[in-house]
């Protein structure tokens, strides 16, 4: 599974959240950060641009 990556600075706004998971996880929960925290609507056009940002993100083995 590749890891996806989203960076909140990649909005307009001041945030530094950085969200990785898979392509599923990321995306729930950026949407609902972005409602929750920045006011945003969710909606398919608020998804597709979050799915629109998402980068690979590197895997590294948890620190433990």
């Known amino acids: 599974m590749t890891r996806k990556l989203i960076d909140c600075r ?24 972005m409602v929750s925290v920045h006011g945003a609507a969710d909606g398919p056009q608020l998804r597709e641009r979050i799915r629109a940002g998402l980068k690979d993100a590197r895997d590294e083995a948890p620190v433990r």
């Open 10 to 33: 990649a909005f307009p706004g001041p945030c530094s959240l950085a969200i990785s998971g898979s392509e599923a996880e990321v995306i729930e929960t950026q949407a609902w950060h």
